[in-house]
């Protein structure tokens, strides 16, 4: 386990490398300049822009900068924003994390309530009214992009019927539609594979064995069904919690949500070097723990699963 463990974080070490190596590089290719964007309009010469890009290594070649910033994050030093001078880009992390935590805690916990069961409760009831309405409920999640998803429910329950906020957060009204976008479609997702999952174990050998044990149908599902279907699932939801994560940008964006996708937005656009590195380091280690969690998870499962 801890051989496993080690070599899994050696892996994550090289991916988060890569990434971030790949992400400075592109930034640099992107159009404008961070200077103007710190100066505005204001007027200034030539002196104190050489001052300005000395200052901030602007003027040094572009891998020469990562291989800095690589050395401070090894610190545990983010840097400071280009655009805000002298805020700490950990702070400013650290302040749009809380409410995009919370948006995906409260997205992926309305998906697993409902989703599970209700993928188990099909595939029971196999062929069924209710296993058609499942399936079309699934496919619409899935087909339908987010950000329609968003337009439109901003169109119904706030242009048309007033009763929810488009943006900003405050009251627990903020938070409904962003939870609602996220969580259609992985509550879609998470349901149609629960009914494959469950449909593929219940006509298995041992399911038959156990019924004919006399077992009841209700010690048959919860000891040999469900616990069996759960392992595709937990495979699946290991990379849907992060790219839950990753798709809250456009959610955030079309809310004006103030979290860690629109953070991540603004720094692209105003060139924010410093902080769109540290915001794509947290995505990455957070796409490596996710995976390792999964793998963890399926000794919890599945004890004949053993990590060698």
């Given at each position: 386990m801890v051989a496993f463990l080690i070599q899994r974080l050696l892996q994550g070490i090289v991916v988060l490398f890569i990434v971030t190596f790949f992400t400075f590089g592109l930034m640099q290719l992107a159009p404008g300049d961070p200077i103007d964007i710190m100066v505005g309009e204001a007027i200034i010469t030539d002196e104190q822009i050489e001052l300005i890009q000395d200052k901030w290594g602007l003027n040094r070649p572009w891998y020469e900068q990562y291989f800095t910033w690589l050395s401070n994050f090894v610190q545990g030093d983010f840097g400071q924003s280009v655009v805000r001078t002298g805020v700490p880009v950990s702070d400013m992390v650290i302040e749009a994390m809380g409410p995009t935590l919370k948006l995906n805690a409260l997205a992926i916990t309305f998906a697993l309530v409902l989703a599970i069961p209700a993928g188990i409760m099909a595939a029971v009831k196999q062929y069924?009214?209710?296993?058609?309405?499942?399936?079309?409920?699934?496919?619409?999640?899935?087909?339908?992009?987010?950000?329609?998803?968003?337009?439109?429910?901003?169109?119904?329950?706030?242009?048309?019927?007033?009763?929810?906020?488009?943006?900003?957060?405050?009251?627990?009204?903020?938070?409904?539609?962003?939870?609602?976008?996220?969580?259609?479609?992985?509550?879609?997702?998470?349901?149609?594979?629960?009914?494959?999952?469950?449909?593929?174990?219940?006509?298995?050998?041992?399911?038959?064995?156990?019924?004919?044990?006399?077992?009841?149908?209700?010690?048959?599902?919860?000891?040999?069904?469900?616990?069996?279907?759960?392992?595709?699932?937990?495979?699946?939801?290991?990379?849907?919690?992060?790219?839950?994560?990753?798709?809250?940008?456009?959610v955030e964006t079309i809310f004006a949500f103030p979290g860690i996708g629109r953070l991540f937005i603004t720094s692209v656009d105003r060139l924010d070097y410093q902080v769109v590195q540290a915001i794509t380091v947290m995505f990455v280690l957070f796409v490596i723990v996710a995976n390792i969690a999964t793998d963890l998870l399926y000794g919890i499962i599945d004890p004949r699963i053993r990590v060698k």
């Open positions: 069924s009214v209710f296993d058609s309405g499942i399936m079309v409920w699934a496919s619409a999640g899935v087909a339908l992009p987010n950000f329609w998803i968003a337009l439109m429910l901003i169109v119904l329950f706030t242009g048309q019927l007033g009763w929810l906020p488009s943006s900003t957060t405050g009251t627990w009204k903020h938070w409904v539609m962003p939870v609602a976008v996220l969580a259609i479609n992985e509550t879609a997702i998470l349901a149609r594979l629960s009914r494959g999952s469950t449909l593929e174990v219940i006509n298995q050998e041992y399911v038959t064995t156990a019924r004919a044990k006399g077992l009841s149908e209700r010690l048959v599902m919860v000891r040999h069904v469900v616990r069996n279907a759960l392992l595709p699932i937990v495979t699946v939801l290991g990379l849907r919690v992060a790219f839950l994560l990753s798709g809250t940008i456009v």
